[in-house]
C-alpha cells in the first residue's frame, strides 16, 4: 500500500470495510474488538493516527515499535484474541502524520475478543456474543465459503510430509527470524494457523484440508482431491498442444507448487531489472511472486477443474477455479480484497510469497507496465478466475487514422481522440494484426457481448458474421455502414470517454442537439452496464464532471470477453 492508496481509504470514510481510531502511544481499548469484527465479517482495514471525520492526527513516531509489538502479541495470545490472528502492522507517512495500517482478513473461523464475539455492521462493532442466532448464522457462512476450513476427522499427522514442516520453518525464518511460529512444535504450529480446528456447532474437530494442501503428503492430496492438478505449459510454436511443459501436472503440496511454477516462469520468461530507492529489484520476480501467490491463496479446491498457466508469446494466461463474489473485471482502485483461503494466505505471507490483502493484484498493476512497457494485467472475478499478463503491448492508437476516419466523427473530435485511443489496450493476441483482422475481431466480440446485456437494448438485425461484413462495399473504410445507428453512437463515446469529456463536448462532436434524449438512449445504457461513469461520482451536479469508460468498457470496447 502506497500513500495514494492510503489517502483513498480515508476518503472513503468508515463503513463496513474501514475503521478509523486516533492513538499516539498505546493501542486504543475497542481496537481488539474491531479486529475481531472484520474477521468475523468480510475483512477490513483499520488505520490507527486518524480521527472519526477523517482527519489525520498521526501517531507517537518514537512510540511505533512499541505499538507495534504490543499489537502483534496480542493477536497471538489467546487471552486476548481466540483462536489467535497473526497479521504484521505497517507504518506509512501521511503529509499530517504517520499512520499505522492494520489489514484484517475474513477468517474461516470465528474470533472472540476476552470471550466476546463481535460481528461487523455499517460502520459499527457489533457484540452478537448471546445472540445465538446472530452467532450460528456467522458459523454457517463461513463453513459454506471456506472449504479450506473443511475438518477431516481421520485426517493425522502421519498423513503429512514431517519434512515440508523444516522446508516451512527455513522458508518463514528466512523472511522473518522472530516469526513465532518458529518457537512451537508442529501440533501447536497447526493450532496456531488454524490448519488444527474445533466446529464448536457440531463439537467436530481435526485437520483441515488447508492442512492437507499444505502439508500432506501427495498421496494424501491425491486421496482428498483425486481431481485436482495445476497445469503449466508454453504454447508458442505448437499452439493446439504444447512446446514445453511441468510434466506431470503438479497435484502436489502447495509449497513445492509455488516453488516450481516460479521456478516455470523463471526458466521461460527474460529477467528486467528496476531500481527503486536504493534497491535493485528482478521485476520478473517482482511480478510472478505475487500472480503465482494468488492463484494458489484464491483458488476454489473444491472444483474439479484444473488451473492452468499458459505461456504464450505475447502473455501469460492463468485460468483458476473459483467461488466468485462478483462477475467482471477487477478495478485495482476501487476492488475491496477478500481472501478466498485465508489460512492458507496466512502461511504464504508468513513465507513471504503474498503481502497485505489485495498486494498481488495492486503490485503486479505497479510492476507490469514497468517489465513491459505500458501493459497493464486484467484480473476476471468470475466462476473461473482469469488473469492475463501481457508480454507485447498494443494499443488503439496504433490505428488511430483509420480508427478516426471510420468512426466518422466532425473534425472538431479528432484531436480529443488521438488522445483517447491512447488509453485503450488490446489484447495481446492482437499483436501485429492488420486493420481489417481487427474489425473482423472487435465488431462479432461487441455483437457477442451486447446482445447479452439487455440495458444496451443492442440491435437485432447488426451485421456480425464476418462474411456478411465482407460484402458490404468499403466495409472496413465507411463505420457507419458497417455498424446499425446505436451501435455506432456507444462505441463512439465509448471511444471518446477514453479521456474522460464533458457532456457538453460530447453534444457537439456529435452535433446533437436534444441533451435529455441524448442522455437517455445513450449515456444512461453504458451507465447502467458499468461501461461509464462519472470522474466526481459522489457530486453528480457538480458542473466539472466529465465522463468516463470504466475498466468494464475498456473490456469492451477492446474485444476482450466480460463473460468468460
Known sequence: MDLKQLQQIINQG?????????????VPNSFYETVVSFSNTDGGTLLLGVADNM??????????????????TALNSRDCINPPIYMQPFTIQHPDGLIMVIQIPASSQIHDHAGSIYIREFESDLDVTRNQQKVSDIYLRK???????????????????TLLFDKARQIIRNNKSDHPWLLVSEEQMLHDSTLWRRDYKTGEEGLTLAAALIFGKDSTI?????????EAMVRIVNKDRWDDRINPPLRTNLIDTYLRLKEFINAKLPERFHTEGDQRIDLRDKIFREVIGNVIVHREYSSALSTEMIITDTEVRITNPNKALFHGIIDVNGFNPYPKNPNIRKFFTSFGWTDEIGSGIRNTNKYLPIYVSG????????????????????????????????LGLIDKATAHLDVSLKNITLPANLINVSWDELLLYLVPSWNQIGTQLSQLDWPKNQIFEKELIERIPSWNEIGTQLLRKKTWYFICILSLCAESIKLSQLLEFFDYKNEKSFRDNYIKPLRDVGFIGLTNPGKPTD??????????GKAFLSGQNLLV
Open 14 to 26: 468508515e463503513g463496513l470495510h474501514i475503521e478509523f481510531k486516533e492513538a499516539t502511544d498505546s
Open 55 to 72: 482527519e489525520v492526527k498521526g501517531i507517537d513516531v518514537a512510540s511505533t515499535g512499541k505499538l507495534q509489538k504490543d499489537i502483534v
Open 143 to 161: 463453513r459454506n465459503f471456506f472449504t479450506e476450513a473443511q475438518i477431516y476427522p481421520f485426517l493425522k499427522m502421519d498423513d503429512l510430509d
Open 222 to 230: 491425491q486421496s482428498i482431491l483425486p481431481a485436482y492438478k495445476v
Open 375 to 406: 501493459a497493464k494485467p486484467v484480473f476476471y472475478e468470475n466462476d473461473t478466475f482469469v488473469t492475463e499478463i501481457p508480454l507485447k503491448y498494443i494499443s488503439l492508437a496504433e490505428f488511430s487514422n483509420k480508427w478516426i476516419k471510420w
Open 543 to 552: 458542473p466539472d464532471n466529465k465522463y468516463v469508460i470504466t475498466k468494464q
